[in-house]
């Protein structure tokens, strides 16, 4: 068969991949029960990963910050045994 848009995905294969889900957003399985508790568990990991990610640029900050602060100290200290 012809290429689909340009690749060589045949059409009946693209056909197939429509109804398939992806990586991160799987296709149904048919079992509801099953289904809602995987979207729900999905929803507290993305949840949970952004807070996480919120703490560790916060860590950062309070790091950089007090490295500034250590470095202006340092140089304070510096410029008043100059003069």
Not at 10 to 17: F, G, K, L, Q, V
Not at 44 to 73: S, W
Request: glycine residues 8%.
């Amino acid at each position: 068969m012809c290429g689909w848009k340009g690749s060589n995905i045949s059409r009946w294969h693209a056909d197939e991949m429509r109804g398939a889900g992806t990586w991160w957003r799987p296709s149904r399985s048919g079992n509801q029960a099953f289904d809602d508790y995987r979207t729900e568990t999905l929803r507290r990991l993305e949840e949970e990963q952004r807070e996480f990610q919120d703490f560790l640029r916060r860590l950062r900050m309070a790091r950089d910050k007090e490295e500034f602060d250590q470095f202006m100290q340092e140089r304070r200290g510096r410029s008043s045994a100059e003069v």
